[in-house]
């Protein structure tokens, strides 16, 4: 069965730091691009960084120079670094394959951004 668990949010400060971690089934992370969406409050969810197989990162615009995306192919585990952070960036986080298979949704960690 396939499984992803995404951690590592919370509350955070506008200009802070927070690292988000997605654990994911072997089955699917070895042969995938993996990629970290969000939704925000009465928003569509979108794909905010994805990476290949090879490790090759794309960023959408509105998170690029701020979130850094890697992948630790023997953890199979993808992570996310979120600097520089700003109350737009409040949502709950996913991780899943890219294209998304909506059969893989996990229960996603929510990141506040507020003073």
């Known amino acids: 069965q396939v499984q992803l668990v995404e951690s590592g949010g919370g509350l955070v400060q506008p200009g802070g730091s927070l690292r988000l971690s997605c654990a994911a089934s072997?089955?699917?992370?070895?042969?995938?691009?993996m990629g970290w969406y969000r939704q925000a409050p009465g928003k569509e969810r979108e794909l905010v960084a994805r990476?290949?197989?090879?490790?090759?990162?794309i960023y959408a615009d509105s998170v690029k120079g701020r979130f850094t995306i890697g992948r630790e192919n023997a953890k199979n585990t993808i992570n996310l670094q979120m600097n520089a952070v700003k109350p737009e960036d409040t949502a709950v986080y996913y991780c899943?394959?890219?294209?998304?298979?909506?059969?893989?949704w996990g229960k996603g960690t929510l990141v506040t951004v507020s003073s």
């Open positions: 899943n394959t890219v294209p998304n298979y909506p059969g893989y």
């Open positions: 072997a089955s699917i992370f070895s042969v995938n691009a």
């Open positions: 990476i290949t197989t090879s490790s090759y990162p």
